[in-house]
């Protein structure tokens, strides 16, 4: 029983850290082209932890089955302070959002080819 408690657990973890590595991918990409990026996150629901580090949150919220990376400006709807504007991602050229947004397939396609 012990066992299979172990490979939830280690199945959990894993989904976790694929998910940190996806959210990694847009989060470098959104840094490298100057965005702001406010919070990165693994997990949905209720916070389990966070800690701010320069100018982004980083935390784990309790359900570990998705993320998210929180980019200034994302939406045409995001409200964004006007000293925030010119690192906006909507105000960002065209295809540097589309390497953003590639930024986690990306990831998905190299931790693929290293465990292969």
């Not at 980083?58 to 929180?70: N, T, V």
């Not at 302070?81 to 010119?86: A, C, G, I, L, N």
Request: charged letters at 15%.
């Amino acid at each position: 029983m012990m066992s299979y408690f172990t490979g939830v657990l280690l199945f959990a973890l894993g989904i976790a850290f694929t998910i940190a590595l996806h959210e990694w991918g847009h989060f470098t990409a959104a840094r490298y082209y100057g965005m702001k990026v406010r919070r990165f996150f693994v997990g949905f629901g209720p916070e389990v932890f966070s800690f701010q580090r320069g100018e982004t949150v980083y935390g784990l919220k309790a359900i570990p089955l998705g993320g998210f990376c929180d980019i200034v400006g994302m939406t045409n709807q995001d409200e964004v302070d006007p000293e925030d504007e010119p690192r906006a991602m909507r105000n960002k050229p065209w295809w540097q959002r589309i390497i953003v947004l590639l930024g986690g397939i990306i990831m998905n396609l190299l931790i693929a080819l290293i465990i292969l």
